[in-house]
């Protein structure tokens, strides 16, 4: 096919002498009708337990081609529940993830008309949320977007294929968030079913959105991650973490949260923290404080002359002068310096006291020694 968009119908018919689910309109050749349908008749069906909402369905293929279902719940001709689905088949770089997920499934688009087309048709943007929708309903959504970007990361990120319980969060919300946070990451086309009965088949585009898990032992399911939200969260904190600064950088472009305020954050990691310390500082501002004047002391200032009492002449005080703390030794004409006292006098005196104390030691002796 060239890069256009072309359009089929799938629905309950009773024409042509047979009943049941069959193309009702295509744009295409018979030849490229015969293999989209064999391609999509097991995606145009609304799953068990599915009947009361509309839900969607982005595919890719190996020949360059990307399809787009939506599928509506209606009554057949026997007033059981089916469904009407109608798609959107030509180059993802034209049906793209963006265009799929801002597709709405709580109401059905309008008839496409007759393709092909050059472009995206009208009824479909009528019946899509341009992305200011999105972000407030994702933001509705947080703290689940929160536990499934966590999960993913614990599982080893979105390369691989994921089985997700959405419990009662908005599947395409969620992931139009999970796809806001790893877009740059991955080279894998974001394909995904809003609503499937189970994972067992093996031809379900990576992302898939069950009412339940399934037997992990169960054939095609075994290679797919299962995250059920309706479920305690037994993740790591720090993948918690990752998941919340990355949720961040979602919802606070622009005018930045509702006024209700951030929500409390796990703690983060040494080597966040370092970060957010370092970035913290970096973003504080240099202020310059002028230098003091310098300090230029008074000069003295004189006193002035105390008044004397009336009737009195100024007192003048004078101040004598004081003696020398040693007085000179007069010393003679022609004498020289005289000999210390101490060397003079007490010389002889110390020799005489230690004769007496050795006199006295001997008589000691002599008596000791008489007893």
Same mark, same amino acid.
């Given at each position: 096919?060239?890069?256009?968009?072309?359009?089929?119908?799938?629905?309950?018919?009773?024409?042509?002498?047979?009943?049941?689910?069959?193309?009702?309109?295509?744009?295409?050749?018979?030849?490229?009708?015969?293999?989209?349908?064999?391609?999509?008749?097991?995606?145009?069906?609304?799953?068990?337990?599915?009947?009361?909402?509309?839900?969607?369905?982005?595919?890719?293929?190996?020949?360059?081609?990307?399809?787009?279902?939506?599928?509506?719940?209606?009554?057949?001709?026997?007033?059981?529940?089916?469904?009407?689905?109608?798609?959107?088949?030509?180059?993802?770089?034209?049906? &793209? /993830?963006?265009? %799929?997920? #801002?597709?709405? !499934? @709580?109401?059905?688009?309008?008839?496409?008309?007759?393709? =092909?087309? +050059?472009?995206?048709?009208?009824?479909?943007?009528?019946?899509?949320?341009?992305?200011?929708?999105?972000?407030a309903e994702a933001r509705k959504h947080e703290a689940q977007a929160v536990r499934l970007?966590?999960?993913?990361?614990?599982?080893?990120?979105?390369?691989?294929?994921?089985?997700?319980?959405?419990?009662?969060?908005?599947?395409?919300?969620?992931?139009?968030?999970?796809?806001?946070?790893?877009?740059?990451?991955?080279?894998?086309?974001? &394909? /995904?079913?809003? %609503?499937? #009965?189970?994972? !067992? @088949?093996?031809?379900?585009?990576?992302?898939?959105?069950? =009412?339940? +898990?399934?037997?992990?032992?169960?054939?095609?399911?075994?290679?797919?991650?299962?995250?059920?939200?309706?479920?305690?969260?037994?993740?790591?904190?720090?993948?918690?973490?990752?998941?919340?600064?990355?949720?961040?950088?979602?919802?606070?472009?622009?005018?930045?949260?509702?006024?209700?305020?951030?929500?409390?954050?796990?703690?983060?990691?040494?080597?966040?923290?370092?970060?957010?310390?370092?970035?913290?500082?970096?973003?504080?501002?240099?202020?310059?404080?002028?230098? #003091?004047?310098?300090?230029?002391?008074?000069?003295?200032?004189?006193?002035?002359?105390?008044?004397?009492?009336?009737?009195?002449?100024?007192?003048?005080?004078?101040?004598?002068?004081?003696?020398?703390?040693?007085?000179p030794v007069p010393v003679p004409a022609g004498r020289g310096v005289p000999e210390p006292?101490?060397?003079?006098?007490?010389?002889?005196?110390?020799?005489?006291?230690?004769?007496?104390?050795?006199?006295?030691?001997?008589?000691?002796?002599?008596?000791?020694?008489?007893?």
């Amino acid at each position: 096919m060239s890069a256009q968009l072309h359009t089929m119908v799938f629905e309950w018919t009773d024409e042509r002498g047979k009943s049941g689910t069959d193309v009702t309109y295509s744009s295409m050749s018979r030849q490229d009708d015969r293999l989209w349908y064999e391609r999509l008749l097991t995606r145009v069906f609304l799953p068990n337990g599915h009947h009361d909402t509309g839900s969607t369905c982005y595919l890719h293929y190996d020949d360059g081609q990307a399809a787009l279902l939506h599928r509506w719940p209606v009554k057949d001709g026997k007033n059981r529940d089916s469904a009407r689905t109608r798609v959107l088949i030509g180059p993802p770089d034209v049906l &793209t /993830f963006d265009a %799929a997920i #801002a597709l709405r !499934t @709580d109401e059905e688009p309008g008839d496409y008309g007759a393709g =092909p087309f +050059r472009d995206v048709p009208q009824q479909l943007i009528s019946a899509s949320d341009d992305e200011s929708a999105l972000l407030a309903e994702a933001r509705k959504h947080e703290a689940q977007a929160v536990r499934l970007v966590a999960a993913m990361l614990h599982a080893g990120g979105v390369d691989r294929r994921f089985t997700i319980v959405a419990a009662d969060a908005s599947p395409r919300v969620l992931l139009w968030a999970v796809h806001a946070c790893f877009a740059k990451e991955t080279a894998q086309p974001w &394909t /995904f079913s809003t %609503a499937e #009965a189970g994972d !067992t @088949d093996g031809d379900l585009p990576r992302f898939v959105f069950v =009412p339940a +898990r399934s037997a992990r032992n169960s054939p095609g399911a075994r290679d797919r991650a299962q995250i059920d939200l309706s479920r305690p969260d037994l993740v790591d904190s720090r993948y918690r973490t990752d998941a919340q600064m990355r949720l961040d950088a979602v919802f606070e472009p622009g005018e930045g949260r509702p006024s209700s305020g951030p929500p409390a954050r796990a703690p983060m990691r040494p080597s966040q923290t370092a970060t957010k310390v370092a970035e913290t500082v970096a973003a504080i501002p240099v202020v310059t404080v002028p230098a #003091a004047p310098p300090v230029v002391p008074a000069p003295p200032q004189a006193l002035p002359p105390s008044a004397p009492p009336v009737g009195h002449p100024p007192l003048t005080t004078v101040v004598p002068p004081r003696p020398p703390l040693v007085q000179p030794v007069p010393v003679p004409a022609g004498r020289g310096v005289p000999e210390p006292v101490s060397e003079r006098a007490e010389y002889p005196l110390l020799v005489f006291g230690m004769a007496v104390v050795s006199f006295v030691f001997v008589l000691f002796l002599m008596w000791a020694g008489s007893w």
